[in-house]
């Protein structure tokens, strides 16, 4: 089993729909929680980042970190079509020289 | 400011055969990383650095050497190249502590 569990969708939503993603997590060394974006043929462009439990806002994105239950989220409010990527959960612990451990990522189309 | 750059953007190898990929950072990153993504799998961690002179094995290290003789630059070696490498290739740097890892765009590797 791996360490980060993340449905792989694929997830159809009409625009301007919020956009709920999740992961899942067994090692409670991880401090570090990102959200990663990435469309075809690109490498991974940083969304969010969060540092421990609590929410954190960047304009329609907004990320939450549930430590003690080991659960992470992104929402997406105002869903566009230009957000049809997949999303990448990511987390790491400074004992594994902050290397990431990835969920598989969720396909996520916005449709007109 | 070119961030992280991968080199070859995309090669075709036969068995057997030997490669070297090149990672450049122009941000002065001390730690950087080689991720394999292949479907279905999400992104592995191949092998890592903590800083010029210094690697360390990831999740999946076996048919991979890396080398780190100047800090801007993390090189991934494949002695004889095997079609289960098959991969896209993603290299990531970002300085210790609460920062964010970035990526480059990726090596697509072919092996026949």
């Known amino acids: 089993q791996k360490e980060v569990e993340q449905d792989p969708g694929p997830l159809s939503v009409p625009e301007g729909a919020i956009v709920s993603l999740n992961c899942t997590y067994s090692n409670s060394a991880f401090q570090y929680f990102m959200w990663y974006r990435q469309y075809s043929r690109k490498g991974p462009e940083l969304l969010m980042y969060?540092?421990?439990?609590g929410n954190k806002e960047d304009g329609r994105f907004t990320a939450q970190v549930d430590k003690s239950s080991k659960y992470i989220s992104l929402f997406i409010r105002d869903s566009q079509p230009s957000d049809s990527a997949t999303y990448l959960c990511?987390?790491?612990?400074?004992?594994?020289?902050?290397?990431?451990?990835f969920g598989k990522g969720t396909s996520l189309l916005v449709t007109p | 400011n070119a961030g992280v750059t991968q080199t070859p953007k995309f090669r075709v190898l036969k068995t057997g055969q030997s490669m070297t990929l090149l990672c450049a950072q122009d941000?002065?990153?001390?730690?950087m990383y080689w991720y394999r993504q292949d479907p279905g799998m999400g992104l592995r961690l191949i092998h890592y650095?903590?800083?010029?002179?210094?690697?360390a094995k990831g999740e999946v290290p076996d048919g991979y050497n890396v080398s780190r003789l100047k800090k801007q630059n993390f090189l991934l070696g494949l002695e004889s190249a095997a079609p289960s490498q098959t991969s896209v290739y993603f290299c990531?740097?970002?300085?210790?502590?609460?920062?964010?890892?970035?990526f480059g765009d990726g090596t697509r590797l072919s092996i026949l």
């Open positions: 969060t540092y421990s439990s």
């Open positions: 941000m002065n990153h001390e730690y």
């Open positions: 650095s903590v800083g010029e002179g210094t690697t």
């Open positions: 990531a740097s970002t300085h210790p502590g609460n920062q964010p890892q970035h």
């Open positions: 990511a987390m790491s612990a400074v004992d594994s020289g902050y290397a990431l451990n």
